[in-house]
């Protein structure tokens, strides 16, 4: 099973990621949402792109 960490103290909220995978991740006024811990297989292409995109290099997906 797939699984989306987020170091919070890392991101900067720049919103990368919730371009990439809105399914996932949501940008707020008060900084990043992880909306699914525990995405299904059908996002993982977007979870990846979203994972290589961050500039601070916040996201992690793991399997």
Known sequence: ???VWV????CDGN???MSICREVFD???DGL???QEQPGEELRKQLVG???SCPTRA???ED
């Open 59 to 61: 996201i992690t997906v």
């Open 50 to 52: 979203a994972e290589v």
């Open 33 to 35: 949402h992880l909306l």
């Open 7 to 10: 170091d919070f103290d890392t």
């Open 27 to 29: 940008v707020r006024d």
């Open 1 to 3: 099973m797939m699984k």
């Open 15 to 17: 919103g990368v990621c």
